[in-house]
């Protein structure tokens, strides 16, 4: 039950709940990323508690690619470890996956995910489908 609340606040960011959720506790990051912060409410405490719970089952789906950030962030289509396993440079901390994308050719920029990435992480974004309408991602 807290899980799906979780999952609930990760998915249904219009909703009520998840805007007061988020502003009180993770205004600049999101469900995934939030910490428990200091004088937490009952709730708050109780969802946290399955936040590992939500992130070992979450995913992102790419659009875009402008929300979602490159490191540290479950986007990967792979059951066991949907993050980059690839060492991540300091500079680059804060890079997007627009940034691995050719959006005008509709591609992975392949030279750039094979200068940063492992092949395990290079096989796996390669995988994922770059779509036409680039809407946000979810």
């Given at each position: 039950?807290?899980?799906?609340?979780?999952?609930?606040?990760?998915?249904?960011?219009?909703?009520?709940?998840s805007?007061?959720?988020k502003?009180?506790?993770f205004?600049?990051?999101d469900?995934?990323s939030?910490q428990l912060?200091?004088n937490?409410?009952?709730?708050?405490r109780?969802?946290m508690?399955?936040?590992?719970?939500?992130?070992?089952?979450?995913?992102?789906?790419?659009?875009?690619?402008?929300?979602?950030?490159?490191?540290?962030?479950?986007?990967?289509?792979?059951?066991?470890?949907?993050?980059?396993?690839?060492y991540?440079?300091?500079r680059?901390?804060?890079?997007?996956?627009?940034?691995l994308?050719?959006?005008?050719?509709?591609?992975?920029?392949?030279?750039?995910?094979?200068?940063?990435?492992?092949?395990?992480?290079v096989?796996?974004?390669?995988?994922?489908?770059i779509?036409?309408?680039?809407?946000?991602?979810?």
């Amino acid at each position: 039950m807290l899980a799906k609340q979780g999952w609930r606040i990760l998915n249904e960011s219009n909703t009520l709940v998840s805007a007061i959720m988020k502003a009180k506790y993770f205004p600049n990051t999101d469900f995934l990323s939030a910490q428990l912060g200091s004088n937490p409410s009952y709730v708050w405490r109780s969802i946290m508690s399955a936040q590992e719970t939500v992130r070992m089952g979450a995913r992102r789906k790419i659009g875009d690619g402008a929300d979602t950030k490159v490191w540290g962030v479950p986007w990967l289509p792979d059951k066991e470890n949907g993050c980059l396993t690839s060492y991540m440079p300091e500079r680059l901390r804060e890079s997007r996956v627009q940034n691995l994308m050719d959006i005008e050719g509709q591609r992975w920029e392949t030279d750039i995910l094979q200068d940063i990435c492992n092949t395990r992480d290079v096989e796996l974004i390669l995988r994922i489908p770059i779509p036409m309408n680039k809407g946000k991602d979810a």
